[in-house]
């Protein structure tokens, strides 16, 4: 609790610093005691590591929830153990339990009584999510829809509600609240759920679903509205200032502003316009997110920009002035350190004037496109790449325009960035003037090798997501752009791999595919439908569930292979979501021109060149074959193989037959090389995958990509196998996991039959046989493994399949 003097005023602050919204309290109040700190207007942002906190927590609640419905006889166990050992200070855990439920109500009681509208609108949407979530998960676990009881402090089941509303009570306005309380509320929230436990108001699993809950909750708020995390009050930015030897007359926080650091706007003691960008301990961490999701989600260059707050204000600090030095119009470097709270400032002298992107198109004249190309020109003349170069970066000033911003400028940069910065512009002046307009300065400027180059960045999936959602407001059709910008440097367009359409013969052929190969099962192992039910009915739904969560992993780790198998830098996430589409095509066109075709029009679409595209489907199978049988040859010696071979009548195969299988290799070697057809159609793509899997090991980064996916991949798919074993009673080592996923994968893809559908069952199933599982039992688990591989991946890979078209990926 704080001390507030003068006349108890308390409100939002003007550009002088003067309150002007909310109402004074009573005139003869002289002491108050506050919770929250005064509000200010812009002061709210959205942090990226706020969705990484509501993903843990819902990873964390999916897990205590299968521990309260699958092992309430361990979940009841610890809570006894706690009990035991800590029983003795039950006075303690009942306070700390009633105190952080006060808190939670007295932080409420001060939001409505300061008439703090947004934080209540805050509150009320974080408390509807809560008890909606909190009715699911009760019906779901416990059959009990809404678990509330009458006593305060008696258990009230699965998750532990009042814990949960006070955690998303403090989660939701923490950042706004005095430091003496947050620290209080940091300390009392984890002391209370510990002795919920303690003192038999909760389990374990419903205290750790409700500290989840609220955190998610308070995330998913904090993420849809903002917040005052990361932003410092102004009268905390003055002082650090003050400390670097800047005075301002006036300061507020800007309106506009952007993930990953706080930005604010005013003037000195002389009046020069000023801009400040911070970079506080919070911001650091969610600029440091920011950069790794932009690295993730966006196909960029590689870039070398330090991730030290203060290191990032001085890198942003040397590439203005080093534009500056190149005869960029950019704004003029005032400070750039650390301030006495460890806060890093760069404050530069800009004035506060409208975009580029807000000029009215007809007020946009052909001198400031042209003048805006010069500028460019000099910038990449001292291979500085901006890495946002859109006209939300551009102020239109009386003597030019004047690029901003370069805190994502990349200093010696190679070619590709400089290339995706003309990209980058050209759509943007599109989206302001239109092509023609737009294209006929680019070239008058000079610029039409530099738009030559730039034609496979023409795409949906090169753009900053900012001006990526412009083009498509503004109905900027991109492929007639990039025609057009091919006719006016007089190249030729890169073409881009057509889709394989899914076609309803498709979908009956998968059918009849499924349905024959579970009859051919089912006849050969001699068990009939009926037992394989009653074996998938015995299965622990609990551990089929971290089945299927362990297969969709994979996506992942494919991904980042995916990543690995060509040089040209890609983003992560849609090689991901592009994995979890490929499930969708493989199993409605049956056959791997579906495939191929969507990898190869992916590539192209991320700005690969089209022979590195097309090698690059060689260079995965290659890897994933030489991870397969490496991870196969490690596993043999510890892995016992108990196989039946009583039905076999022979010792050997026949030599007849192994003479038989050599002269058939011998004569399609020959057949290959001798006939022209087969070897154009052979060797040409054997050839590129072999070079483009050399030329990729020479890689350090792309090496580990490329392998390190296929071998956690392959892992993954081992670990999936194993929770479908464990949801059966079965229990499998590693070793013996990783044998039987790689033997079925390896023995089903030498079967040409499309998604390995039957062929892989049946692997399975032998491989599970052949470590001592019964044949009953041994099918159910592959069916169930497919299940979670196979067959219910499309149903989100049509949804993913959807999102790369909405993006123009594929």
């Not at 009230?156 to 814990?163: A, K």
């Not at 000195?268 to 650091?284: C, K």
């Not at 030489?626 to 022979?650: E, K, R, W, Y």
Request: proline share 6%; hydrophobic share 50%; charged share 15%.
């Amino acid at each position: 609790m704080t001390p507030r003097g003068g006349n108890g005023r308390r409100g939002n602050l003007t550009a002088t610093g003067v309150s002007q919204e909310e109402p004074a309290v009573s005139a003869g109040r002289s002491w108050d005691v506050a919770l929250l700190t005064r509000t200010e207007p812009g002061r709210r942002n959205r942090r990226t590591i706020d969705s990484v906190v509501l993903a843990a927590a819902a990873l964390v609640l999916g897990l205590s929830a299968v521990i309260a419905s699958s092992a309430p006889e361990h979940d009841e166990a610890v809570a006894q153990a706690l009990m035991t050992v800590l029983g003795w200070a039950d006075p303690l855990w009942r306070a700390a339990f009633v105190g952080v439920l006060g808190l939670g109500l007295a932080i409420v009681a001060d939001v409505l009584l300061e008439r703090r509208w947004s934080l209540a609108r805050d509150l009320l949407v974080a408390a509807a999510g809560l008890v909606g979530a909190a009715i699911v998960l009760g019906g779901a676990v416990e059959s009990d829809w809404l678990p509330i009881e009458a006593h305060v402090l008696s258990r009230w089941g699965y998750p532990e509600l009042r814990l949960a509303a006070a955690t998303a009570v403090i989660v939701v306005v923490g950042p706004e609240l005095v430091r003496p309380v947050r620290l209080v509320a940091t300390w009392l929230v984890p002391l209370a759920a510990l002795g919920a436990v303690t003192f038999g108001a909760a389990l374990p699993s419903a205290a750790l679903a409700a500290l989840a809950l609220g955190l998610a909750a308070g995330a998913l708020v904090r993420l849809a509205f903002g917040t005052a995390a990361g932003v410092p009050p102004t009268d905390d930015v003055k002082r650090a200032l003050a400390t670097l030897g800047v005075e301002v007359a006036d300061l507020r926080p800007s309106e506009q502003q952007r993930i990953g650091a706080a930005e604010y706007v005013g003037h000195d003691a002389r009046g020069r316009p000023l801009r400040v960008r911070l970079l506080g301990r919070d911001a650091q961490d969610t600029q440091r997110m920011a950069r790794r999701w932009r690295s993730l989600a966006y196909r960029d260059p590689p870039r070398g920009v330090a991730v030290g707050r203060l290191e990032q204000v001085e890198h942003e600090a040397l590439a203005t002035l080093l534009a500056a030095q190149a005869g960029v119009r950019v704004p003029e470097v005032v400070a750039a350190a650390l301030g006495t709270d460890g806060d890093a400032l760069v404050v530069t002298e800009q004035p506060e004037v409208e975009p580029l992107e807000s000029v009215p198109t007809e007020q946009v004249g052909d001198d400031t496109l042209q003048n805006l190309w010069e500028q460019v020109a000099l910038l990449h003349s001292a291979r500085i790449s901006h890495g946002r170069l859109n006209a939300s970066n551009v102020l239109v000033l009386d003597d030019g325009p004047m690029i901003v911003d370069l805190s994502a400028a990349t200093l010696g940069a190679p070619q590709s960035a400089l290339d995706i910065d003309v990209a980058e512009l050209l759509v943007a002046c599109t989206v302001l003037v239109g092509p023609e307009r737009a294209l006929r300065k680019a070239v008058d400027a000079g610029w039409g090798d530099a738009v030559g180059r730039a034609l496979p960045y023409l795409q949906r999936a090169a753009l900053t997501p900012h001006l990526r959602d412009l083009a498509r407001s503004h109905e900027v059709g991109l492929k007639d752009l990039r025609a057009a910008a091919a006719a006016a440097t007089g190249q030729e367009a890169p073409e881009v791999a057509p889709l394989r359409r899914i076609r309803p013969k498709d979908l009956l052929l998968t059918a009849a595919l499924v349905f024959a190969a579970y009859l051919l099962i089912t006849q050969l192992a001699q068990i009939g439908f009926g037992t394989i039910v009653d074996e998938v009915g015995k299965a622990d739904p609990a551990w089929v569930v971290v089945a299927l969560v362990l297969a969709q992993s994979t996506f992942i780790a494919s991904g980042v292979s995916v990543r690995g198998a060509v040089l040209t830098p890609l983003a992560l996430l849609p090689c991901v979501v592009l994995q979890s589409a490929i499930k969708f095509i493989n199993l409605t066109v049956p056959s791997s021109a579906g495939r191929i075709g969507m990898n190869l029009r992916f590539l192209q679409r991320m700005g690969v060149p089209l022979p590195e595209a097309v090698a690059a489907g060689a260079v995965d199978d290659a890897s994933e074959t030489i991870v397969q049988v490496a991870l196969f040859l490690l596993v043999i010696p510890f892995v016992h193989v108990d196989v039946t071979t009583s039905q076999f009548h022979g010792t050997g195969p026949d030599s007849r037959l192994v003479a038989a299988i050599g002269v058939a290799l011998v004569i399609s070697i020959v057949a290959v090389l001798a006939v022209p057809k087969l070897h154009a159609k052979i060797v040409p793509p054997a050839r590129r995958g072999l070079s483009g899997l050399w030329s990729v090991a020479r890689n350090r980064q792309k090496r580990l990509e490329l392998f390190g996916g296929n071998v956690a991949s392959e892992l993954l798919y081992a670990f999936a196998l194993g929770a479908t074993c464990l949801a059966y009673g079965v229990h499998l080592n590693l070793a013996q996991l990783v044998f039987v996923n790689t033997a079925a994968s390896v023995l089903s893809s030498l079967i040409p039959v499309p998604g390995g559908i039957g062929a892989a069952e049946a692997s399975l199933s032998a491989g599970l046989i052949a470590m001592g599982v019964d044949e009953p039992t041994a099918f159910a688990i592959a069916i169930t493994q497919r299940l979670c591989t196979f067959y219910l991946p499309p149903i989100w890979g049509y949804l993913s399949l959807r999102w790369l078209s909405r993006k123009g990926y594929v």
